[in-house]
Protein backbone atom coordinates (compact mmCIF):
# COMPACT_ATOMS: atom_id res chain seq x y z
CA UNK A 1 0.00 0.00 0.00
CA UNK A 2 1.68 3.27 -1.40
CA UNK A 3 -0.73 6.18 0.44
CA UNK A 4 -3.01 4.67 2.92
CA UNK A 5 -4.76 7.94 2.19
CA UNK A 6 -6.07 6.67 -1.10
CA UNK A 7 -7.39 3.33 0.53
CA UNK A 8 -8.90 5.04 3.12
CA UNK A 9 -10.98 7.45 0.97
CA UNK A 10 -11.47 4.13 -1.66
CA UNK A 11 -12.69 2.25 1.60
CA UNK A 12 -13.83 4.55 4.02
CA UNK A 13 -15.75 1.56 5.55
CA UNK A 14 -12.71 0.23 6.52
CA UNK A 15 -11.10 3.32 8.70
CA UNK A 16 -12.45 1.67 11.97
CA UNK A 17 -10.34 -1.32 11.58
CA UNK A 18 -7.17 0.64 10.33
CA UNK A 19 -6.74 3.81 12.37
CA UNK A 20 -9.38 2.61 14.93
CA UNK A 21 -11.57 5.40 14.96
CA UNK A 22 -14.58 6.18 12.20
CA UNK A 23 -14.24 7.74 9.28
CA UNK A 24 -15.90 11.09 10.19
CA UNK A 25 -13.65 11.54 13.12
CA UNK A 26 -10.61 10.34 10.45
CA UNK A 27 -12.05 13.72 8.50
CA UNK A 28 -12.12 16.00 11.41
CA UNK A 29 -8.82 15.09 12.80
CA UNK A 30 -7.09 15.33 8.97
CA UNK A 31 -8.58 18.61 8.89
CA UNK A 32 -7.41 19.85 12.66
CA UNK A 33 -3.85 18.58 11.38
CA UNK A 34 -4.25 20.61 8.17
CA UNK A 35 -5.10 23.75 10.08
CA UNK A 36 -2.15 23.23 12.75
CA UNK A 37 0.56 22.56 9.78
CA UNK A 38 -0.72 25.75 8.46
CA UNK A 39 -0.11 27.54 11.37
CA UNK A 40 3.00 25.96 11.73
CA UNK A 41 4.67 26.62 8.86
CA UNK A 42 3.37 30.30 8.80
CA UNK A 43 4.96 30.61 11.74
CA UNK A 44 8.50 29.12 9.93
CA UNK A 45 7.27 31.87 7.04
CA UNK A 46 7.64 34.68 8.83
CA UNK A 47 10.69 33.95 11.29
CA UNK A 48 12.92 33.03 8.15
CA UNK A 49 15.53 35.28 6.58
CA UNK A 50 15.09 35.24 3.13
CA UNK A 51 17.63 35.66 0.58
CA UNK A 52 15.90 34.56 -2.76
CA UNK A 53 11.58 35.91 -3.31
CA UNK A 54 9.06 33.94 -1.39
CA UNK A 55 8.03 30.19 -3.27
CA UNK A 56 11.12 30.21 -5.09
CA UNK A 57 12.09 26.85 -4.26
CA UNK A 58 10.85 23.07 -5.90
CA UNK A 59 7.31 22.72 -5.84
CA UNK A 60 6.03 20.37 -3.49
CA UNK A 61 4.81 16.99 -4.87
CA UNK A 62 2.40 15.59 -2.30
CA UNK A 63 -0.93 17.68 -1.19
CA UNK A 64 -1.53 18.80 2.43
CA UNK A 65 -3.62 15.68 3.01
CA UNK A 66 -1.32 13.70 1.69
CA UNK A 67 1.87 14.32 4.04
CA UNK A 68 -0.46 14.40 6.80
CA UNK A 69 -1.56 10.81 5.76
CA UNK A 70 2.23 9.55 4.93
CA UNK A 71 3.74 11.10 7.81
CA UNK A 72 2.31 8.08 10.21
Do not use: W
Amino acid sequence: MKNPLHYIHKYPHCTQQLLGIDYQAFLQLLEQAQLKQTEQQAEVERQKVRINAPRGGRKSILSSDEEVGVAQ
